[in-house]
């Protein structure tokens, strides 16, 4: 398991390395650390994501999109390019991806995205869309508490769209959240490389 998904502070050493990345039509020069999830560049199931964000349903103006395990960064900051005027809420448990990604927002040049940790949310955000690459390998139970919590935050016309590979579990865990969710549609929206991705719609009252 990649210390990346349950070490606020991981134990390797920092060492930090340019990251060259096309994201949002843009090329950027970020960088990025060992010790944080797929730091060497996009992981399979972001880039499936962020390839495939015109089959989700679009944030709202002025949105307040969510990116639930940020890492380095690639889902906030293509959150924040896309939709200038949306406030971005990047959040990690890993003090070294959170430091990643200011850093990176700032190559960027971006002043939309807010990086914070899971303990430092507010407690009455709410949020309209939810883009994640979610950590399905802290185990089950974990990942169904984490999921259930962060879309608890949604308003009733959010939205969350979630990467999870097919061998993963993606579509037992859709019928799951299904089952969770009843007032909102669960479904698959777009499959590509073996990742499954899987949008929670707004409320059906």
Not at 85 to 100: N, Y
Request: hydrophobic share 40%; net charge negative.
């Amino acid at each position: 398991m990649d210390e990346h998904y349950f070490t606020p502070s991981p134990a390797a050493p920092d060492r930090r390395f340019p990251l060259p990345v096309r994201l949002a039509g843009r090329e950027l020069d970020l960088v990025s650390s060992s010790a944080v999830f797929s730091g060497h560049g996009l992981d399979k199931a972001t880039a499936v994501l962020l390839g495939r964000l015109d089959e989700v349903t679009q944030p709202p103006s002025g949105a307040t999109i969510l990116d639930l395990g940020c890492g380095w960064g690639p889902i906030a900051l293509t959150a924040a390019l896309r939709h200038p005027d949306a406030q971005v809420w990047a959040v990690d448990v890993s003090e070294r991806a959170r430091e990643l990604t200011i850093e990176n927002a700032r190559r960027a040049g971006l002043d939309n995205v807010r990086v914070i940790s899971p303990d430092e949310i507010p407690e009455d955000l709410a949020v309209d869309v939810i883009w994640s690459n979610p950590p399905i390998r802290i185990g089950k139970p974990a990942l169904r508490t984490l999921l259930l919590e962060w879309t608890g935050r949604l308003r009733p016309q959010g939205t969350a769209a979630l990467v999870v590979g097919k061998n993963l579990g993606a579509d037992p865990l859709a019928r799951w959240l299904g089952e969770q969710l009843p007032d909102r549609a669960v479904a698959k929206v777009a499959s590509a490389k073996g990742f499954r991705i899987l949008e929670i719609g707004p409320t059906t009252d």
